[in-house]
């Protein structure tokens, strides 16, 4: 994964993301909205033969942007990680109540 | 978040996600399909062919059979050592030496011998060509793992879905029992007990709204709750489809990972243009 930056203000980013697409770009945008710091935040991929989003955060001030998407990012891996546990749990009890 | 499993056995999965959203579920389907790595035929050399079929076509046929996916011992060509030449470790070769001698015969997945024990068809009894008396059939195949993004047949899952968690609602006061919904309903979610209409299957409920539309009295509303999920993961057998949707929220929790690498090498990069 590369990052560019497009433009870059006090309180807004504008990034291109190489080697990614809808599958990531769409989960940190939808975590972006759960941080209250984040006034706005969006992605477009301009063509689907390109295929690099350009991903665009702007905040409010009180966080940079970059703190915004390093949160955003911790918590989709927290997620992740929380669904591989739950789901192994639900896996082992399945079998152990077939049995 | 809380997952409880409705179906399990050896190609299929079914279970329900509480509490996500529709981006962490979609990310995960995505993801299912298109990046969890399996094991395909990606390069045939034929030192003998003499079907009538062309060894394109072949080759083709091939590379969509199935194969048993061992993750834990091989590497994906672009992060293996070998550089992606092709090693051990990142590829398995198979082979196929085949005549028809007396009689016409069917040649099938069955009849590829692979250098690992491990790595063999899902299935034995796929046809791949019919040789007449005298053809001949000798190749070599090379097995890699890949993504299902580069090719559908790196892909380990067939049908791949989801669905909202159905949330059907019966204003009893409206409804004067008449039954058209349990007539229209193509899931037979509904059923008459003792003259009155009951939800019987919520789950399998595929949110048509037929019923909505039937009831004259408006009584039924179907809604779809969009915290929770209803997974239905169906692989082609390479690999359990327990083991796909684990893979899958690995992958995703590397992506993050990896893109909070990125997002510090960026900052660092300022830092020193700053200074």
Known sequence: ?99 | MKVRILELDDLHIKFILKGANPAFANALRRIMIAEVPSMAIDEVVFLENTSVLYDEIIAHRLALIPLRTDLESYNLPEECQCGGTGCSLCQVRLFLDIEAVDEPITVYSGHLKSEDPKVVPVKDNIPIVKLARGQKLVLEAYARLGRGKDHAKWSPVSACAYKYKPIIKINTELCNNCGLCAEICPKNVFEMVEGKIKVVNELSCSLCRACEKVCEKEAIRILGDDTTFIFNVETVGSLPPEKVVEEASKILEKKALKFIDALSSLTKEYKEGES
């Open chain 1, 1 to 99: 994964m590369r990052l560019k930056v497009i433009k870059r203000g006090p309180n807004d980013l504008e990034i291109e993301i190489e080697g990614e697409g809808h599958t990531f770009c769409n989960v940190l945008r939808k975590e972006l909205y759960e941080d209250k710091a984040v006034v706005y935040a969006g992605y477009t991929i301009d063509h689907p033969l390109v295929g690099i989003p350009r991903f665009y955060v702007r905040t409010d001030g009180s966080e940079s942007p970059e703190e915004a998407l390093l949160k955003a990012a911790q918590r989709i891996a927290e997620k992740a990680r929380e669904f591989r546990e739950q789901f192994k749990e639900a896996v082992r009890g399945y079998r152990e109540k077939r049995e």
